[in-house]
């Protein structure tokens, strides 16, 4: 049976079908949907971890006890879970381990366009990359088996355009294939990576680089697709897919197994083609390699190192290669004549009573990734640093050090719940020991929110639905040492701005504000009301524009200001009440109380 | 049939991709190959969402190509000029009417464009021009949510396909309670 399948989809059954008996994430764009599929399945079970490296060393410590585990996350995750990935290149496995790095060139979403192939390069393991569904689905058995065949993590990468596409998967009764798993036998030689036991493993992890090479040249993973032979093309991923439709006339040799190299095959399909041509989204990772074999190619002064790859970019490269393709089609953009739709927090959001403040207070802010780095955008331009998950409370304790957290103008952090229990927690720890001043925000809508609403430590729900134990965000930060602890209802726009108020006053010792409100998407979201805009009352002051509300837009002009009045969408509002709370004519109300 | 390309666009929570899953549903059902790419990476609502379903006897690319998009469906009105540049010369452009106002023209200066400049901006690359009443007759139907089963009654009548195997891609698509429902947004939609 045929069943469109994204790929993200496609490497869930992949990974049941494989036998995965342990699975373990951190959610990322576009990773996320890789263990929310996998949870459906029976006889694997799926967690979500506080960060990547956790997931990372708990799915090693299941491969280690015989199971096959898999560990999921996007590109930067990998950065986290990096640590843990070069220590795993030396021990190795015991049940199959595979490393989904999900990566995102364009920068959908996310802070760079870093391309993992480069990890497995750096940490001398073998990197997989389908192109499409059905191949998710394939090579994730491949990967399996060849994680145990040469005793090795193996990275599975696809990127956006892999997992967030839908294509053919031919779905027939396949089964799982049972694992019945190898006991962990005591090989501290193997497991345990002090100095002498590393130096004897480097050698070992060499050599199996290199065998994993010849294993890829003889490997069906990797395939030629005969064509003329005046240009040759390697390529992999879904830059493949463009390589397909743009040189169909072409020979095409396409990579299913990215590192280590296929050197042979490399050879054999070089010597038969006039020109060898490089496509390859991202960096020069094939290309560098190619010519330090001392193989001419070309590739990166045709197909671009930065940004997605797309037709039209390789088809670019491909004319001023002199291949024939169609000529672009011109049409007159009104693109740039179209007022911009920038992304802004939801109708209701808990996190639009912060900014309100935050911007009204005039403090620096040290921001962080999640919904709420929205702040950063107008109309609230109140977030000055956003880096990587955690770094806000690292950022704050920097600038305190050197005295820039001045009264004049105060630096606060501001950061999630989910992302505090990501990364937060040591930053905060920093702070306290060293007996820093800084004002943290924590930013608690009970749900990793950026993402699709994922559960998290701080919710108590954990990946397949069950009760798991609730962290206590506040009882952490006490347990940490943190004395001035504020609990404030998010709603309460006067309540938040008064307790950040109140915590940056606070010069000589470390101070958390935890404004609490659900994400909208919760089900127990409390509001249930309408608000409504008095027209009489209103007169145009345009002070709830400054709360960001979708809902909330310019309608007629007030006759003695001459200022667009306020207009609520009713199909929009959920009736959170930032806007009446910081409306000064009382011209908002419940309409429908 | 053998081969199209389509766009469809909108604004975040307009059911976008849940349409793009329904056309690319109805290549396969024709006995094509299709391939469907979105890009997804807020949730929050109001951006953007742009997502593209290929069919073909083999398709490579996930996404289609500027000025070769057959099949531009506009969820909203402006986005509509905003993609028009991907439609070929010719090509059919559905457009829902409903406006959603974007955050620029609140907090900042943007205007909303006037229908004459969407007309123009739309009939510069194509005359085959469909306006469609897809809140208004959803919210007739009392269900806003409705709207996007409506343009796709407006594509399927666009195209040269079978209603009936866009009924039955759609029917298996939603839950039981809608069933009925849906049927006559499409039917609205294909205006019978
Ligand atoms: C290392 C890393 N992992 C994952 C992500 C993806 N990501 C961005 S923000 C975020 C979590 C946001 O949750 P929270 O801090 O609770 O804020 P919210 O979105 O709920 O407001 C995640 C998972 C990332 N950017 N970097
Ligand atoms: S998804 Fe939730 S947290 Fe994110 S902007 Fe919307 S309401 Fe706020």
Same mark, same amino acid.
């Given at each position: ?16 079908? %494989? ?10 764009? #576009? ?15 799926? *967690? ?29 995750? =990998? ?17 199959? &381990? ?14 760079? *366009? ?5 990890? /497995? ?9 389908? /192109?499409?569904?059905? *191949? ?83 490997? %069906? ?115 740039? !004549?179209? #007022? ?5 927090l ?5 996190h639009r009573s912060t900014f309100y403040s935050l911007r009204k207070l005039k403090v620096r802010v040290a921001g962080d990734?999640g919904?709420y780095s929205i702040g950063v955008l107008p109309p609230f331009n109140a977030m000055d640093t956003i880096g990587?998950?955690?770094a806000s409370i690292g950022i704050a304790q920097g600038m305190d050090a050197i005295g820039a957290n001045s009264d004049k103008e105060p630096w606060v952090a501001v950061i999630g719940?989910?992302?505090f229990?990501? %990364?937060g927690?040591?930053a905060l720890?920093?702070i306290?020991?060293?007996?820093g001043a800084s004002t943290v925000l924590i930013l ?38 943190v004395?001035d602890v504020f609990?404030v209802?998010a709603?309460d726009e006067p309540e938040v701005e008064k307790t950040i108020k109140q915590a940056i006053a606070i010069k000589d010792r470390p101070s958390v504000v935890i404004a ?6 919760? #089900?127990?979201?409390? /509001? ?15 002070l709830?524009?400054r709360v960001g ?7 007629? =002009? ?20 930032v806007? =009446? !709370?910081v ?11 | ?5 389509? &766009? ?68 909203? =009105? ?54 469609? *009443? ?5 919210? /007739? ?52």
């Open positions: 049976m045929k069943k469109l399948l994204s790929g993200n989809e496609a490497i869930a059954l992949g990974a049941y079908l %494989a036998g995965v008996k342990y699975a373990s994430a951190y959610p990322g764009t #576009p990773s996320t949907e890789i263990l929310e599929n996998l949870a459906k399945y029976d006889g694997v079970r799926s *967690e979500w971890a506080p960060n990547e490296k956790v997931a990372l060393d708990a799915a090693a410590g299941a491969c280690y006890g015989g199971a096959r585990a898999l560990a999921s996350m996007k590109h930067v995750g =990998l950065n986290v879970a990096s640590e843990s990935l070069f220590y795993l290149a030396y021990t190795g496995v015991n049940g199959g &381990l595979v490393i989904i790095s999900a990566d995102d060139p364009g920068a959908w979403s996310s802070q760079n *366009e870093q391309d993992n192939r480069n990890y /497995a390069r750096f940490a001398k393991v073998p990197c997989i990359e389908p /192109a499409d569904s059905q *191949e998710s689905v394939d090579f994730l058995s491949t990967a399996f088996d060849l994680s145990e065949q040469f005793d090795t993590p193996v990275i599975f990468r696809t990127t956006t355009r892999i997992s967030h596409s839908k294509s053919v998967v031919n779905v027939n009764g396949d089964q799982r294939v049972e694992h019945p798993g190898k006991k962990f036998s005591p090989d501290p030689s193997k497991y345990a990576m002090i100095p002498a036991n590393a130096r004897r493993r480097h050698p070992w992890v060499e050599d199996r680089l290199k065998r994993l090479g010849e294993w890829s040249s003889a490997s %069906a993973i990797n395939r030629i697709e005969w064509g003329s032979k005046k240009i040759g093309v390697i390529t992999s991923s879904v830059a493949y897919q463009y390589t397909r439709e743009i040189f169909s006339e072409y020979s095409i040799l396409k990579l299913g197994m990215s590192w280590p190299l296929p050197e042979k095959l490399i050879r054999d399909f070089a010597s038969q083609v006039e020109k060898l041509v490089i496509v390859e989204e991202l960096d020069p990772v094939y290309e560098t390699e190619i010519r330090a074999l001392g193989i001419p190619c070309v590739g990166k002064e045709f197909f671009p190192i930065t940004n997605e790859f797309s037709l039209a970019v390789v088809r670019d490269g491909a004319r001023k290669l002199g291949v024939a393709t169609l000529e672009p089609v011109t049409t007159t953009s009104f693109a740039t !004549q179209v #007022p911009t739709r920038p992304p802004g939801c109708p209701g959001c808990p990734i919904c990587c998950m955690g719940d989910s992302t229990l990501h %990364a927690m040591p720890a920093n306290v020991y060293n007996r608690d809508n009970d749900i990793t929110a950026m993402t699709g609403q994922q559960e998290n430590p701080g919710t108590g729900v954990t990946l397949s639905g069950t009760q798991g134990k609730k962290i206590d965000i506040e009882a952490v930060v006490r347990g940490m040492g004395e609990v209802d709603f609490r409100g659900p994400c909208v998407f919760l #089900p127990d979201y409390p /509001a249930k009301f309408i608000d409504e805009v008095d027209d009489v009352k209103c007169n145009g002051c345009s709830c524009f509300c979708p809902a909330i837009f310019k309608g007629e =002009l007030d006759a003695s200001t001459n200022k667009p009045k306020a207009l609520i969408d009713p199909l929009l509002c959920v009736g959170c009440d806007c =009446l !709370q409306c000064p004519r009382d011209a908002i109300f419940r309409a429908n109380n | 049939m053998n081969k199209a390309d389509f &766009l469809l666009a909108g604004v975040g929570g307009q059911g976008v991709l849940t349409a793009s899953d329904i056309v690319a549903e109805v290549g396969i059902a024709l006995g094509l190959d299709a391939k469907k790419s979105e890009v997804h990476g807020f949730s929050q609502r109001g951006g953007v969402v742009e997502s593209h379903v290929r069919w073909g006897e083999r398709v490579g690319a996930p996404l289609g190509e500027k000025g070769r998009i057959d099949y531009l469906l506009a969820f909203e =009105l402006m986005e509509s000029a905003r993609w028009i540049e991907m439609l070929k010369p010719g090509g059919v452009v559905i457009v829902n009417r409903q406006r959603i106002l974007p955050m620029s023209a609140t907090v900042g200066d943007a205007v909303y464009p006037t229908d004459e400049f969407i007309d123009q901006a739309l009939r510069s690359v194509t005359d085959r021009v469909i306006y469609v *009443e897809g809140l208004e007759t959803a919210q /007739a139907l009392g269900n806003k949510n409705l709207a996007n089963t409506v343009l796709l009654g407006a594509l399927a009548r666009a195209m040269d396909v079978d209603p009936e195997l866009w009924l039955d891609v759609i029917v298996k698509r939603v839950p039981s309670k809608y069933i009925e429902l849906n049927k006559q947004a499409f039917w609205k939609g294909l205006g019978k």
